[in-house]
């Protein structure tokens, strides 16, 4: 079972900064993938950023510029880094992990964090 601990949302006023932390935990042998979903209201999930295990990152598009994704030296923990922040940045951010399990047969999983709110007011 892998865990998945969010924090450093909250309330921000519009041009401020957060920074958001991840840290995974459990049965992972390796990690493909880790970073960050966002879901405003009445929207879909939507990509924010992604880190390989490579260290190759992936943002959307609007974004690019304004939040930068990071390792951190503790194992297994992911960083957002957000400036400039917007109103239009309000969402519940999902920390997103991407993993293969100890079993050498392992397929790759999908966890979710539990999430956490960033809301920017204008």
């Known amino acids: 079972q892998v865990h998945l601990v969010e924090s450093g949302g909250g309330l921000v006023q519009a041009g401020g900064s957060l920074r958001l932390s991840c840290a995974a935990s459990?049965?992972?042998?390796?990690?493909?993938?880790m970073g960050w979903y966002r879901q405003a209201p009445g929207k879909e999930r939507e990509l924010v950023a992604l880190?390989?295990?490579?260290?190759?990152?992936n943002y959307a598009d609007s974004l690019k510029g304004r939040f930068t994704i990071s390792r951190g030296n503790v194992k297994n923990t992911v960083y957002l880094q957000m400036n400039s922040l917007k109103p239009e940045d309000t969402a519940v951010y999902y920390c997103?992990?991407?993993?293969?399990?100890?079993?050498?047969?392992?397929?790759?999983?999908?966890?979710w964090g539990q999430g956490t709110q960033v809301t920017v007011s204008s």
């Open positions: 997103y992990l991407n993993w293969k399990g100890l079993d050498p047969s392992s397929t790759n999983f999908r966890s």
């Open positions: 459990g049965s992972i042998a390796s990690i493909n993938a």
């Open positions: 880190i390989t295990s490579g260290s190759s990152t």
